[in-house]
């Protein structure tokens, strides 16, 4: 008998399966750690942070569905066997499959009943007109759309959003009892000091965060059963179905990179400080040489090569899905290793200043071996610096993206992301009337993601960061709080973005 | 002073090399000339003879690093890496792949790229720095907190954003400036304006964030409090102390970029139509030109090595405190 479906895990799958796994370690072991829960505990206090990370929660969600990917069966006509469709599905495709089969001949308008462009169209006395025909799924069900779209899309967002409110107020009963519980508190004082923000972690502005995002999501799903919420695009794919799938992609190129580089820039970077002497002008060399050719212009040689050894190898993948999701990963080591420079010599500074310190000489002169000072004693002393540059850079590589695929040297044409979305976009624009639609809504995606990226980034930064201060709004004058961003610190994929923007 | 620039660009030749073997690498031995020979042909239905042909048109039929079939000095000369690496040394970077002179092509395109990214560049530097400033002298008020969230959003809109929107405003929808296009003299104006108050724009963000930093890390030290404790006034502080000190880290940050203006930018100059060295790397980044992307691999990392060297001397000049031995 065979099964319903048969799993498929692509190679960045596989990765973030790992980094889920390597986060769930790190989160285990930081919570039995008090030292360590500290800073993480001064994240949690910031409210601009805790709700840019609400956000930043849907969409790993929706990262990490479209992440499950499996071959579903198909029924093969001649003999009733059943095989395995050639086709790769994510959990998302299945949950949005109203939306990625809903295919409509080609561009429609946001909310349209009716195709962008005229067709010729039989009469039944035989003669012809040119008009604007009906979409075969948007708007369908309405008898006459001119007199009801209005209404009915005003009906259905509404009902949406209120699904999602009582949701979000479900959600809040259940925080406020929880609290309540742990607190030995009463119910409804517990819920008003949530509302006056006098929480130790600001709930309010997480559940405002919430609120949000479940009734804008209520009123498009809603909405997205009877209409193309975003339109359509050139051959009438719904732009929010792929608006949703190019998350995986931003988040993938976001966080396998900096996996991808922390091996090489830890090693080296604490390895230059350490041992100093021969080591360091080498390592010195190696990274003063890669950092020295402008980021894009490697990427893109290297992308090109990249190209060329693909084409010359295609045994190395069975489907288009295989083929786009090698090309990521590619694309992920290649931004990794342009980007490792900038973080390894923050470490290689920081390990020179650590391995003057007393207790690391005192291990010294202990005879502890140098692999065990390194990873006992200088190791968690600069992972702040690693996790600082790891969340800066994930805003930084998510808009590069964007840039690369434009220039030609992005991921796979086949993979639908921001960049690609842009780049089919872009064309468009010249066309009379407009088609926004589709960059609009990728560009609205890709700035929820980096603004929240962003946001939660200087929160971590502020919380992990000891010797910088911050100027107080609250104090009403200039007061040190112990806090601001480091000019050291600037993000490592700045160095990409500076060389492609303008 | 001198012997210090001489040292300094001596410490520069290993680096070029390395870059030169970088580049070597990615070009001629991940893939060999045959696997470049055949994606550029096409996969399918390539003879034998058509890839000797696209090699020997470009050169590329010789051995890469050791020519047996020659005698003496020729055994090293009369290869990939002698003729094609090597040779860049001396702006020998060969033909592109419709016959013109790389070096050539790249003496005429500098001028266009530099005329809109000299003035991002000064513009840019006077606006972020003023906006800073204004952000550093309102610190802990309204006015600084919004400055600071604008800067966040506006660091979080795409590049391509702000092309993109700036195109569909200024010239389709208010028609004041050409799309894009560029013309040579006086008549470049009218084309370069959008591009430069575009590039301005989409760098504000990043820019006055990070100097808004600086400043306010200046502010922190002690010889500001000195001279607020002499009862100087907060503009005196601001501006003849914080700023003229902070000028250090924010030149010497600027200096690096300066030899890297010439090579323009990648989309900004596409976008817009502008010839320049940024369209003609896309250009040939589509078209699969491996020579031309070769060819301005090496010369960025030249510019982005002339920008160190340049940033190490002008931390000498403006900050008296570094000595140079």
Known sequence: MTMLFKPVILWTDALIYLLVMVVLAFVWYVRRNEHMLAPWRRVGHSASGMAALTVLVFFIVIGLLDTVHFRPTVENSSNGEKVYSVEVLSLLDVIAAPLRTRVEKTYSAPFAAYLYARETIELLDGGQIREFPRLQFGGAHLQNPEVQLFADVAWRAAAGAALGFLGWCVLVALLGALLARRDNARFLPTLSAIRRGTTEIPW????????????????????????????????????????????????????????????????????????????????????????????????????????????????????????????????????????????????????????????????????????????????????????????????GLVLAEAVLSYVGVGVDPSMISFGTMINAARLEMAREPMVWWALLSAFGFMFALVLSANLFADAVQDAFNPRVRTWSLKAGKPQRTGREEDPETKPVAVAVKDSISP | MLNYIIRRMLYAIPILIGVNLITFTLFFVVNTPDDM?????????????????????????????????????????????????????????????????IAHEIK??????????????????????????????????????????????????????????????????????????????????????????????????????????????????????????????????????????????????????????????????????????????????????????????????????????????????????????
């Open chain 1, 204 to 395: 309010n502005a997480v559940l405002v965060t919430l609120g949000l995002i479940l009734s804008l999501l209520g009123a498009a799903l809603a909405l997205s059963t009877h209409y193309h919420i975003f339109g359509s695009d050139k051959v009438g794919q719904d732009v929010f179905y792929q608006s949703l799938k190019s998350i995986r992609t931003g988040l993938v190129i976001g966080t396998l990179t900096t996996l991808m580089m922390l091996p090489f820039a830890l090693l080296l970077g604490i390895m230059a400080g350490y041992f100093r002497g021969w080591v360091d002008d080498v390592i010195q060399y190696i990274y003063t040489t890669l950092s020295s050719i402008p980021g894009v212009l490697l990427i893109a040689a290297a992308v090109l090569m990249m190209q060329v050894y693909m084409e010359a190898h295609p045994e190395l993948f069975d489907t288009i899905a295989a083929r786009a999701d090698l090309r990521l990963l590619f694309l992920c080591i290649i931004l990794g290793v342009t980007s490792w420079t900038g973080l390894c010599r923050l470490l290689r500074g920081e390990t020179l200043k650590l391995r003057e310190m007393e207790y690391i000489q005192a291990a010294h002169a202990f005879g502890v071996s140098h692999w065990r000072i390194i990873s006992r004693h200088i190791l968690p002393n600069v992972m702040h610096i690693v996790l600082i540059a790891t969340v800066m850079d994930f805003s």
């Open chain 2, 108 to 325: 005429a395109r500098m001028l266009p790229s530099l005329a809109i990214a000299l003035p991002v560049f000064l513009l840019g530097l006077i606006v972020y720095i003023t906006f800073a400033l204004v952000m550093a002298f309102f610190r802990a008020t309204y006015v600084d907190f919004w400055g600071v969230v604008l800067c966040v959003a506006l660091m979080s809109i795409s590049s391509l954003f702000y092309i993109i929107g700036g195109q569909f405003l200024i010239s389709k929808l208010w028609h004041l400036v050409p799309i894009s296009g560029y013309g040579g003299g006086l008549d470049a104006g009218k084309f370069l304006v959008l591009p430069v108050i575009i590039g301005v724009i989409s760098g504000a963000g990043a820019n006055t964030r990070w100097y808004r930093t600086i400043f306010l890390e200046e502010m922190g030290k002690d010889y500001v409090r000195t001279a607020r404790a002499k009862g100087l006034p907060e503009s005196i502080v601001l501006f003849r102390h914080v700023l003229r000190n902070a000028m250090i880290p924010i030149l010497t940050g600027a200096v690096v970029v300066i030899p890297l203006l010439f090579l323009g930018s990648l989309i900004a100059e596409s976008f817009f139509g502008i010839p320049g060295l940024g369209s003609y790397t896309i250009d040939a980044i589509n078209s699969q030109d491996f020579a031309v992307v070769r060819a301005m691999v090496f010369l960025g990392s030249l510019l982005y090595i002339i920008g160190l060297i340049l940033t190490d001397i002008s931390y000498t000049l403006v900050d008296p405190r570094i000595r140079l031995e």
């Open chain 2, 37 to 101: 020979a055949r994606m550029q042909l096409g996969i399918k239905r390539v003879t034998p003879e058509a890839i000797e042909k696209w090699k020997h048109e470009r050169g590329y039929d010789k051995p890469l690093m050791f020519n047996d079939s020659e005698e003496g000095a020729a055994k090293f000369t009369r290869t990939i890496f002698f003729e094609k690496s090597a040779a860049m040394f001396v702006f020998d970077f060969g033909r592109a792949d419709d016959g013109r002179d």
